[in-house]
Every structure is written in C-alpha cells, then in structure tokens.
C-alpha cells in the first residue's frame, strides 16, 4: 500500500471538506433572515444533484451530448477557490481577470499532488473559459441552484422583495426589474440570470417553472 497516496488523499480531503462551513457570501450580504444559510459544499451538491437530473431527462433535447463526468468533475472542483479566495460575488472589489487568476492559484494549492492534478485543473480552465458544452451546461447548472435556492428562501420568508429594494446594493437592479413586472426576489434573480441560460431552451424552459410553476410542483412531492 502506498502510504503516500493516502496521505494525499486524507490531505486534499480534509481541505476540499473546509467549504461545509464556508457560508455562501450572497445570503449573508442580503441579511437572509433564516437560523442557518447554506454552505459553499451544499451549493456544489445542489449544483451536481440537477446536473444528473437534468442530463437524466433531457440529453436527448440538449443542444450538444454532454460528458456528464466531466460537468460533475468542474462542479466540484472549481469551487475548491473558495477555500482560500472566499465567495465572492458580483459586488466584491476584484476583477474579473484577478479572480481567475488567484482562483486558479487557489485551485492548484488546494490540489496538492493528487495523481490527476493536471486533469482536474484543466477542467477548471475548461470551466472558467466557457468553450465545450460541458463547460456551458455546468455554468448553467451552477446558476439555476443559486435561482432555484432564492425562491426557496422566498418561499419561506426569509427574503422578500420588500426588504431587498431597500438594500443599496442592489436598488437600482432590482428597481429595474420590477419596472418591468417582477414583483419577487426570485423573479428578479432569474432575469438577472436569464442570459446565462439564453441558448438552451431546456434551461430556459426550466426558469420559466421556477418563476411560474413552483409551488404546483412542490405540491407533487
């Protein structure tokens, strides 16, 4: 048995598990009135659970065939930045191009000297570039969780459009949107979204459920 191997994996473990109390930094800068908001590790679980769904009941109406391990692989691992670099969101001081390139270094330390080191780096980079399908369906993935979990906050009374169009930080965002026609904070977060999933009528079609169709569907289950 190599011990080596297993130090690795213990190590690379015991980094990658930190996102279970990393607290996703949008729910804590909208002041989410809830015990408990969910964690980066939680977001990324979600983020997987509708990627096997959907490839599960749609890969026939997708526009490309997608590698489902592959869209797992980015997933996960381009979410191992946050372990150093923290959430950040849209309104956090660093650019774009910063970002990617501390994320990167983020990603490659947290990495350490796993065997497929380079493999799994390459798909962050396939990630963050947004050239394959794969890449396109995981960033899909990646923002109708964050779509899917505001409504559920909604739902529950832990955000409402009411308090939000008060916050500075995004008065004059969520202004436009209800100008035109968007009464609820999930609303108006799917059509901040909804040019992310403009080419591909599976998830356009899955956002117009979230914003129209929820509550029947939940009443299913």
């Known amino acids: 048995m190599n011990s080596s191997k297993i130090d690795e994996i213990l190590r690379f473990y015991l980094l990658a598990t930190q996102l279970k109390d990393v607290v996703r930094s949008g729910r804590i800068t909208r002041n989410i009135q809830r015990k408990r908001v ?20 749609f890969s026939a109406e997708l526009e490309h065939e997608i590698d489902l391990y592959k869209v797992i692989v980015m997933l996960v691992i381009h979410e191992l930045e946050e372990i150093v670099i923290g959430d950040l969101t849209p309104y956090d001081t660093m650019s774009p191009e910063e970002r990617l390139r501390q994320g990167r270094e983020a990603v490659q330390m947290v990495l350490g000297n796993l ?9 962050t980079d396939e990630f963050n570039k947004q050239t394959t399908p794969e890449a396109r369906f995981a960033k899909m993935c990646d923002k109708l969780e964050a779509d899917l979990q505001v409504r559920k906050y909604e739902e529950e009374g832990a955000i409402s459009i009411e308090r939000d169009v008060n916050n500075a930080r995004w008065h004059e965002l969520i202004q436009q949107f209800i100008q035109q026609g968007e009464s609820t904070i999930a609303g108006v977060r799917a059509e901040f979204d909804r040019p992310t999933f403009a080419a591909s009528e599976v998830f356009t079609e899955i956002l117009e459920t979230i914003k129209k169709d929820w509550n029947d569907e939940r009443n299913h289950l």
């Open 38 to 57: 969910e964690s980066v590790a939680e977001h990324i679980y979600g983020t997987c659970i509708l990627a096997i769904a959907i490839h599960s009941e």
């Open 115 to 123: 065997t497929k080191k380079a493999e799994y780096l390459a798909l």
